[in-house]
Nanobody, 121 residues
Framework: VQLVESGGGSVQAGGSLRLSCAAS????????MGWFRRAPGKEREGVAH????????HYAGSVKGRFTISRDNAKNTLYLQMNGLKPEDTAMYYC????????????????WGQGTQVTVS
């Protein structure tokens, strides 16, 4: 499966952004999906996970209550709604496919997009 992220940009603290991840390939709906981020000088961090059917979600503590992961399997698209953005959310955001249940470990995911930059000032 190939993944292409979009929707990043620059926003002031407290603002919102919605990231999208368009997937190609017939197997998209079979995969658990995740959003990850990497800030300059920091390790890649798992942000949110969603089950293949979309019914189960899991979040990192740093974003819980502010970010919402969702998916539309009919459109082969994954989303990340980010509200209440903080400067520490500044990072390159990646979507990934193939993780295990509730996993926020990057090593579990076999397919990655190129990323979209989010900058919060």
């Amino acid at each position: 499966v190939q993944l292409v992220e979009s929707g990043g940009g620059s926003v002031q603290a407290g603002g919102s952004l919605r990231l999208s991840c368009a997937a190609s390939g017939d197997a998209y709906s079979e995969y658990c999906m995740g959003w990850f981020r990497r800030a300059p000088g920091k390790e890649r961090e798992g942000v949110a996970h969603i089950s293949s059917g979309g019914g189960l979600t899991h979040y990192a503590g740093s974003v819980k209550g502010r970010f919402t992961i969702s998916r539309d399997n009919a459109k082969n698209t994954l989303y990340l709604q980010m509200n209440g953005l903080k400067p520490e959310d500044t990072a390159m955001y990646y979507c990934a496919a193939g993780g295990g249940p509730r996993s926020l470990w990057a090593g579990d995911f076999g397919y990655w997009g190129q990323g979209t930059q989010v900058t919060v000032s």
